[in-house]
C-alpha cells in the first residue's frame, strides 16, 4: 500500500508535521538523482528548512510540473503518487501478515485518530496501534508485541517487533511474511 501524509509538507505555509515531513524526507532520499531526488540525501529530522523545499521543487520540475513547481507535497496528490513509486518499504496494513516469534497470527487494530484514513481499503498502521497476537502455539504463549524499532510512526518493512507473553517476556521478533 503507498504511503502518505496527512497535511501539506514544504513550504512555510504548509502545516509541516515532524511524522510527514520525515516521511517526505524518506521517500525523497529513494528517488534517483536521474529521476528528481535530491543531489545529496536529506537528513531524516522531521524538519523544513531550505534543502528539503529544494529537493521536492527539483522532484516536481522533473515530473513536468511547470507551472506547478510549488515546493509543497500534499496528502493524495500528484507529488506523492509520484514519490509512492519509488519507495522500496512499504507501510504495513490491515492487510499486512504478521507473525509472533511460534507462526501464531499478528493482529494490529488500528486506533480511532484524527486525519486518519477512513472508509475502505487497508489502513496504515503505526507504532502507537494496539497490538494482539493470537494462535501462539506454545504453552507460555505471545500475547502482545511491542515495537522496538521504525524509522518513523508508521510501520513498515523494516519495522521490528518483539513477540512478549502476558508479564512482558520476550519471545522473539515478529515475522512480517507480507506487506
Same mark, same amino acid.
Given at each position: 500500500?503507498?504511503?502518505?501524509?496527512?497535511?501539506?509538507?514544504?513550504?512555510?505555509?504548509?502545516?509541516?508535521?515532524?511524522?510527514?515531513?520525515k516521511?517526505?524526507?524518506?521517500?525523497?532520499?529513494?528517488?534517483?538523482?536521474s529521476?528528481?531526488?535530491?543531489d545529496?540525501?536529506?537528513?531524516?529530522?522531521?524538519? &523544513?528548512?531550505p534543502?528539503?523545499?529544494?529537493?521536492?521543487?527539483?522532484?516536481?520540475?522533473?515530473?513536468? *510540473?511547470?507551472?506547478?513547481?510549488?515546493?509543497?507535497?500534499?496528502?493524495?496528490?500528484?507529488?506523492?503518487?509520484?514519490?509512492n513509486?519509488f519507495?522500496?518499504?512499504?507501510?504495513?496494513?490491515?492487510?499486512?501478515?504478521?507473525?509472533?516469534?511460534?507462526?501464531?497470527?499478528v493482529?494490529?487494530?488500528?486506533?480511532?485518530?484524527?486525519?486518519?484514513?477512513?472508509?475502505? *481499503?487497508?489502513?496504515?498502521?503505526?507504532?502507537?496501534?494496539?497490538? &494482539?497476537?493470537? *494462535?501462539?502455539?506454545m504453552?507460555?504463549?505471545c500475547?502482545q508485541?511491542?515495537w522496538?524499532?521504525?524509522?518513523?510512526?508508521?510501520?513498515?518493512?523494516?519495522?521490528? *517487533?518483539?513477540?512478549?507473553?502476558?508479564?512482558?517476556h520476550?519471545q522473539?521478533? &515478529?515475522?512480517? &511474511?507480507?506487506?
Amino acid at each position: 500500500m503507498a504511503r502518505s501524509i496527512t497535511a501539506d509538507v514544504g513550504k512555510a505555509i504548509s502545516r509541516n508535521l515532524v511524522n510527514d515531513v520525515k516521511i517526505v524526507q524518506e521517500m525523497l532520499n529513494a528517488v534517483p538523482r536521474s529521476k528528481g531526488g535530491p543531489d545529496t540525501k536529506l537528513v531524516v529530522d522531521g524538519m &523544513v528548512g531550505p534543502k528539503l523545499v529544494a529537493a521536492i521543487r527539483q522532484f516536481q520540475a522533473m515530473l513536468g *510540473g511547470a507551472p506547478n513547481i510549488d515546493g509543497k507535497v500534499t496528502p493524495n496528490g500528484r507529488i506523492m503518487a509520484a514519490l509512492n513509486q519509488f519507495d522500496p518499504y512499504p507501510a504495513l496494513t490491515t492487510a499486512s501478515q504478521l507473525r509472533c516469534a511460534h507462526g501464531g497470527m499478528v493482529t494490529v487494530t488500528p486506533a480511532p485518530k484524527f486525519g486518519r484514513w477512513a472508509g475502505v *481499503g487497508a489502513t496504515p498502521l503505526f507504532t502507537s496501534d494496539p497490538v &494482539v497476537v493470537s *494462535g501462539c502455539p506454545m504453552d507460555s504463549p505471545c500475547r502482545q508485541v511491542k515495537w522496538v524499532s521504525s524509522p518513523s510512526n508508521t510501520l513498515d518493512a523494516r519495522s521490528v *517487533g518483539l513477540s512478549l507473553t502476558r508479564s512482558n517476556h520476550p519471545q522473539g521478533e &515478529v515475522q512480517i &511474511v507480507s506487506v
